[in-house]
């Protein structure tokens, strides 16, 4: 009676991991059978002309270069509005505030910005920016509007860094005589970086892979010269992607470029992705405190 | 010491540094500003009752009809569908990252969860589109591929590693005594799984699937994608719907700057903005409640 | 008003003290002045508040949130928590140093110069000469001056504390307070840390928390006895040690409670 008992309870265990397994098999075909077919389809479609020339024949040959050049733009712009703007927020949050009503407003505004749909960042700097502060749809609008949206990535990935510096660091330091604000900057500061540096990493991988928020703040259709400044419209990865295959004519033909793009975009969000994962290992491994 | 004392220095810093943690702050009233300032108007032309309730989305018809309902229920039912699939498999993954896999394996499995929570949504809306749509046409006999369960499915492909991470460290931080005392009573490993680990974190994991569905509802390029557009309450899994952000994304581009149909698109972002606001709010009091009982509460 | 500290030869003094955390009060009535040129030992059973009125000498209690002070402390003829005061100046004057080592991640020579440039100090050379008297003060000049490049955190916990205490001398501070300083370290650090605060107290006026009470005999001139947030006796460390005036600080130093 009691083996049988026993022995059902090990039949239980049996199936449930059954079910377990079968649940990560599931995701390592469903997402390595996507990665895969997108690699097949698009490696065909790649080449260093494909990577360095514009696109022709009204967009159903060529290449996607300005879009890569556009796409970096929106990098490199939503990281220098939103790495400033994170990293001290991150520093009040973690070094100046006391426990209070005000910590707690702003802990859940961040919270909930972070939680804002993407498509209403666009909405919204489609009004402000766009519309309000007349950029209009430009390299400018859109890096704010990215930026704001990985603003509380940046913040949250700051404050743990933050919150790492062991609290025995900052009582030496001050315990020297040294004021707050140089605690901070020599001693807090320099041992977060390597996490400041992976969620901004992260973060700068996140805008590259979003469309719906530079639809109608930055990302232009076709554009028939690279931007000349920060009011110009730039092409992005992500929303040619989007417009190769669904506006026009000619939808079938150009798939091949289609696959190539996704493929390019993947691999430039994964492998940003992948770099801030290993750099965030190594300098784990390497910390010595 | 140059004119200002230190100690004002320091006072001057820290208002610097409070003054920018509450760009954040500043930024959320911006937006919950600026949505309004632009949805106003549509209820000149039509009701928030016949706005929220009414079944017919023809904003270029003349005259209009601005009824969101449809909208609504496709947003809530491709959300509510990629939730029931993404949520078993991804609180199973994580429940085996976290207490099966070997060590070594798990240190591949979590770096390549995570890398897998930033893949692109426009990829996935491509793929969804291009292959996944196709092969359920032919299969299935449909008169298109570009339906709620194409949604649903791309939807939960791109929520799962959310859940599956969130999920893995709220398991993996219930305290090792917790797992003793059960072993030490004679509790098998599933049991221990599924009467202890998981109680203890199901704060965490809640909090996981509340975080993925408010993903659900506002992701936009998937359901722009592949739900196919048809803006009417569905019959079937296999009928086209068109979420709000699909709606949005989709018609912005061609209304006329300030038209009554602009105005609603706002007021459908508005209404978005609040239902993803209220599960964030949501997850924010759970997570809350669970750092700050943590464990003890069982 | 007496003014404490010019009259009978101390540098600090404590005056009414009471000190909470929160709504619980760790000090209770604290009067307490401490000789220049001395070393002071606190002991007490653990919890008794050693640690709070070490921390309220540099104003670190600051760094806590919450906590709050009453009464005075007069150093230099003034209440360091008179409002005007700023709490940097007075840990420049009273260095501290922690009960685990606790050198920054950064080099030898780095950690000894950190809070000399940070308050201004003068050149590259001048600062060559400030590490190596500290560390010749702190006896570890010897082990490392071949390495002063090489990071702090590759030291044996006995030498990162005594470059700690180099670091805090580097400051040329009036008073140093010493946290239990040898309870993370072995038996041959102890004495060496021991045999340094006998070194030291020529120019210095120390301060040190201990639980060792033959540590406590060893390297202090007075000590003070506490018990739950209270000082029971204040007297010279042979008289204590010998024969104490109260029972209670008896039963402790020989072992029968705490
Ligand atoms: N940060 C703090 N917050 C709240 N209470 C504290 C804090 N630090 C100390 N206390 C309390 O104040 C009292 C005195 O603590 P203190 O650290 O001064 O003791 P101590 O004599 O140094 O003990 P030990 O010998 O164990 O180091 C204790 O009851 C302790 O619980
Ligand atoms: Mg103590």
């Known amino acids: ?289 | 010491m140059t004119g200002i004392t230190r100690t004002t220095k320091e006072k001057i810093i820290k208002a610097f540094f409070f003054i920018i943690a509450a760009t954040s702050v500043i930024i959320l009233g911006l937006i919950i500003l600026s949505l309004f300032r632009e949805a106003w108007p549509i209820f000149r032309a039509t009701s928030m009752k016949d706005f929220l309730f009414g079944t017919e989305w023809y904003p270029t018809y003349d005259p209009p009809s601005f009824g969101i309902w449809p909208l609504i229920v496709g947003s809530l039912i491709v959300t509510v569908c990629s939730t029931l699939i993404a949520v078993p498999i991804g609180v199973l993954s994580a429940i085996y990252i976290s207490e099966l896999a070997h060590p070594r394996a798990k240190e591949i499995l979590k770096p390549v969860i995570e890398l897998l929570a930033g893949l692109p949504s426009v990829v996935l809306g491509f793929f969804g589109m291009v292959v996944l749509a196709p092969w359920l046409q032919d299969t299935f006999d449909l008169p298109t591929g570009l339906n709620i369960v194409n949604a649903s499915l791309m939807l939960a492909i791109m929520a799962i590693p959310t859940i599956s991470s969130i999920s893995e460290d709220a398991l993996y931080s219930v305290p090792r005594e917790f797992k003793e005392a059960s072993y030490a009573l004679g509790a098998t490993k599933y049991e221990t799984i599924v009467r202890v680990i998981v109680p203890a974190a199901l704060s965490g994991v809640s909090t996981a699937v509340i975080l993925g569905m408010s993903r659900a509802i506002g992701e936009t390029m998937v359901v722009l994608m592949v739900a196919g557009g048809a803006a009417a309450v569905p019959e079937s899994l296999f009928d086209s719907v068109r979420p709000m952000p699909a709606s949005i994304a989709a018609e912005m581009g061609e209304t006329p700057f300030r038209s009554d149909h602009y105005h609603a698109l706002f007021a459908i972002a508005v209404v978005l903005f609040f239902l993803t606001l209220a599960f964030n709010l949501i997850a924010d009091y759970v997570s809350h409640k669970f750092r700050e009982e943590g464990s003890a509460t069982l | 008003m007496v003014k404490l500290n010019e009259h009978d030869g101390s540098i600090i003094s404590v005056q009414d003290v009471n000190f909470y955390y929160g709504a619980s009060k760790a000090l209770t009535d604290i009067n307490m002045s401490f000789k220049k040129n001395q070393v002071t030992a606190l002991i007490g059973p653990s919890g008794c508040g050693k640690s709070t009125l070490l921390r309220l000498l540099n104003r670190m209690n600051d760094l806590i949130d919450g906590t709050r002070v009453e009464g005075r402390v007069y150093f230099e003829g003034k209440n360091i928590y008179d409002p005007h005061v700023d709490p940097v100046d007075i840990r420049r004057k009273i260095g501290m140093v922690f009960q685990k080592p606790n050198p920054f991640p950064k080099s030898i020579f780095n950690n000894i110069i950190y809070g000399p440039t940070l308050s201004g100090a003068g050149s590259r050379s001048d600062l060559s000469a400030l590490v190596e008297k500290s560390l010749k003060q702190s006896v570890l000049w010897d082990e490392v001056k071949d390495i002063l490049n090489q990071s702090a955190m590759r030291l044996s916990g006995g030498q990162q504390q005594r470059l700690c205490i180099a670091r805090a001398l580097a400051m040329n501070p009036d008073i140093l307070l010493m946290d239990e300083p040898t309870s993370a370290l072995d038996p041959i650090s102890t004495a060496k840390i021991e045999e340094l605060i006998d070194e030291l107290k020529k120019d210095y006026t120390i301060i040190i928390v201990t639980h060792n009470m033959q540590q406590a005999a060893r390297v202090s001139d007075e000590t003070g006895f506490f018990y739950l947030g209270k000082l029971i006796e204040y007297n010279q460390t042979a008289k204590i040690f010998t024969k104490p005036d109260l029972k209670q600080t008896e039963d402790y130093i020989t072992g029968r409670f705490g």
Not at chain 1, 77 to 92: D, E, F, H, M
Not at chain 1, 207 to 233: C, N, Q, V
Request: aromatic content about 12%.
């Open chain 1, 1 to 289: 009676m009691k083996s049988g008992n026993l022995r059902w309870r090990y039949i239980k265990q049996f199936l449930f991991f059954g079910l377990v397994k079968l649940a990560v098999a599931l995701i390592a075909l469903a997402l390595g059978g996507i990665l895969l077919y997108l690699l097949m389809q698009g490696y065909s479609a790649i080449s260093w002309d494909f990577l360095t020339k514009p696109p022709t024949d009204a967009m159903t040959k060529g290449g996607i270069m300005p879009a890569i050049i556009g796409t970096f733009y929106l990098m490199v712009g939503s990281i220098a509005v939103s790495l400033p703007l994170g990293v001290a927020s991150a520093v009040y949050l973690s070094e100046y505030s006391k426990k209070s009503r005000t910590l707690r407003i702003i802990r859940i505004g961040i919270n909930c910005l972070a939680g804002v749909p993407s498509i209403v960042f666009g909405l919204f700097g489609l009004g402000l920016f766009v519309v309000y502060l007349k950029f209009g749809s430009s390299i400018l609008a859109g890096s704010l509007t990215l930026g704001i949206l990985i603003l509380p990535t940046i913040i949250g990935a700051s404050e743990e860094a933050l919150k790492g510096v062991p609290q025995t660091f900052r009582e030496a330091s001050l315990a020297l005589g040294v004021s707050k604000w140089q605690t901070i900057y020599h001693i807090v500061l320099p041992n977060a970086l390597p996490g400041i540096l992976t969620g901004s990493i992260l973060g700068i991988g996140r805008a590259a892979g979003e469309t719906a928020p530079i639809m109608f703040t930055a990302a232009a259709f076709f554009t028939a010269r690279l931007p000349a400044s920060i009011f110009d419209e730039v092409m992005a990865l992500p929303y040619h992607i989007y417009v190769l295959a669904t506006a026009g004519t000619r939808i079938e033909e150009t798939r091949p470029l289609q696959y190539g793009t996704a493929l390019v975009l993947i691999a430039l969000v994964l492998g940003i992705n992948f770099v801030a994962i290993l750099f965030r290992s190594y300098t784990r491994r390497r910390k010595s405190w």
